[in-house]
């Protein structure tokens, strides 16, 4: 049974900085796609930065770029995501995720949200 579990979110003020983690039990991420998506009700998830976990240039979206920065652990088997210089409009849930990997590309635009395993999210909230 994998297990995605995710902490770090809370409230902060614009242009302050949270680090999210998240640690999978029964799942190695360095086989598989990982990714960090965010949620705000009434709109579409949005896929926020996906990597290979054995390495590889991660996919930012454009919204995030150059602030966001996606990394593991490969020693604690553990997903993270730094956010830096944050903003109103980033406040949302946001959800750890994998998927196996098949060859390719791991942008999630290749998948669908039923490939994925998914954690039960952390609220961010910016001020």
């Known amino acids: 049974h994998v297990q995605l579990v995710e902490s770090g979110g809370g409230s902060v003020q614009a242009g302050g900085s949270l680090r999210l983690s998240c640690v999978a039990d029964n799942l190695d991420f360095g086989h598989h796609c990982v990714a960090w998506f965010r949620h705000v009700p009434g709109k579409a998830r949005e896929g926020v930065a996906q990597?290979?976990?054995?390495?590889?240039?991660?996919n930012y979206a454009d919204s995030v770029k150059g602030r966001f920065t996606i990394s593991k652990d490969n020693a604690r088997n553990t997903l993270n995501l730094a956010m830096n210089e944050l903003k109103v409009e980033d406040t949302a849930m946001y959800y750890c995720?994998?998927?196996?990997?098949?060859?390719?590309?791991?942008?999630?635009?290749?998948?669908?949200?039923?490939?994925?395993?998914w954690g039960q999210g952390t609220q961010v909230t910016v001020s």
């Open positions: 990597v290979f976990g054995a390495g590889g240039t991660p």
């Open positions: 995720a994998a998927r196996r990997w098949y060859g390719g590309s791991c942008s999630h635009e290749t998948a669908s949200d039923s490939d994925y395993w």
